[in-house]
């Protein structure tokens, strides 16, 4: 029996293995071209409002965001709920934190990551560029704190717009890709009806 678990085990490391040094390169190139244009989009309105390096439109966070909406299309992470909706916490959770306290960065900016991770735990909204999201609303630039709660709508709910408009487009260009990903939706819809105690 231990011969049979170690043997078992052996071929599904072996399977693990080959499959993650397999090169996809049609996964690949729309990995790219999904995130090019996406960011690109971003760059665009940039470099349209705004001169200089003072990046509002362009946040850091996007760029991880596109990683995941792009190149881990079938994660839990990377589904338009938490795209959208772990951006939007995010940002409401850092730029209230900014708004209590403005000069004490060293309180600020780990209660506006800890309380965005919380609040998209309790929201299912669970996206980790949120973190990011978060702090750039205590660390931006001056224009970005600026804004204040208009950081929430712009740039953060019209930049995850654009990502997952593009993401809509590329991720569905090819039978290989779905996005969003229904095998998601449908696990947690299960997990519902099974709480509920209905048949599926």
Known sequence: MPVQKIKR???KTRYILY???LVDYKE?????????VGIGILAYIQSIHFSGNDAVYLIGSFGASSVL????????FSQPRNLIGGHLVSALIGVTVHKLAPDIIWIAAPLAVSLAIILMQITKTLHPPGGATALIAIIGSDKIKALGYMYVLSPVLVGCLILF?????FNNMTSSRTY???STYHKHYHKI???LGKKK
């Open 19 to 21: 499959k993650e040094t």
């Open 165 to 169: 408009l593009t993401a809509l487009i």
């Open 69 to 76: 909406v792009y190149g881990i299309i079938q994660s839990p």
């Open 28 to 36: 690949h190139f729309w990995s790219f071209l999904g995130s090019f």
């Open 180 to 182: 969003p990903s229904h």
């Open 9 to 11: 085990g052996y071929r």
């Open 193 to 195: 009806r099974k709480r």
